[in-house]
């Protein structure tokens, strides 16, 4: 994990999902609470409801895309309530270890803190409630409120006009290499993989991106 340019440094851009929440939550419910709920809902095991091709191939298809992300898309296309069963496990979600440190040392510094998300707003409010974050960010951006996910580099051109950042003076930090390659087609400087976004996960290989790997040594240097 290298040292961080804290002086070419103003803004500093946060995924949520993995990055600075446990993905535990997210992969919990897309892999197993949601499957056993739609097996529940249309008479099915659950080995039938991931086998029958209904669920696997809809993810898959909409994967990356807005869609995805979309709890509205979501309760339409699979006829549930997503946002009541994401409340019956609201209590998985947790916030990455020093992850509340790192955030106030950056407000401290006088840096611009922008979190931006591919979570729907519904989402999005439901982990404020369990975790005060709110307080530590300039802006709180959902790639819903300009109709592209962060995996498009017109989400970028929508972020740049509203939020105002220097990509070359940016930092940005997410869990996605997809996403992460995105904004570096985008010309995002400073950019950071997560190698274990779900504590109950394996480690992942974040290929040809340094990887955060404990945010109180991403303060060495921060004035």
């Not at 006088?110 to 931006?116: C, E, N, P, T």
């Not at 989400?155 to 995105?182: K, M, T, V």
Request: proline residues 5%; hydrophobic residues 40%.
């Amino acid at each position: 994990m290298p040292t961080l340019p804290w002086s070419a440094i103003d803004t500093v851009l946060l995924d949520m999902d993995g990055t600075l929440l446990d993905l535990h939550f997210d992969n919990h419910f897309w892999l197993e609470h949601l499957p056993q709920r739609y097996a529940e809902r249309n008479g099915l095991s659950r080995a039938e409801a991931e086998a029958d091709a209904v669920l696997e191939p809809l993810f898959r298809e909409h994967a990356g895309q807005l869609n995805w992300y979309c709890l509205d898309f979501w309760s339409r296309e699979l006829d549930l309530s997503i946002r009541e069963l994401k409340h019956e496990v609201a209590h998985l979600i947790s916030l990455r270890p020093h992850a509340d440190t790192f955030l106030a040392a950056l407000r401290q510094a006088g840096k611009r803190v922008a979190l931006i998300t591919n979570a729907h707003r519904d989402s999005l409010s439901l982990k404020l409630e369990r975790i005060e974050l709110a307080p530590y960010f300039d802006r709180l951006i959902s790639s819903h409120d300009y109709g592209y996910p962060k995996e498009d580099a017109r989400f970028w051109s929508a972020l740049q006009a509203d939020f105002g950042f220097d990509p070359q003076r940016s930092l940005f930090i997410d869990d996605s290499l997809p996403i992460l390659r995105s904004a570096r087609a985008y010309g995002v400087a400073h950019l950071l993989a997560v190698r274990h976004p779900d504590s109950r996960g394996q480690v992942r290989d974040t290929e040809e991106f340094a990887a955060q790997e404990d945010y109180r040594r991403l303060l060495e240097g921060l004035p």
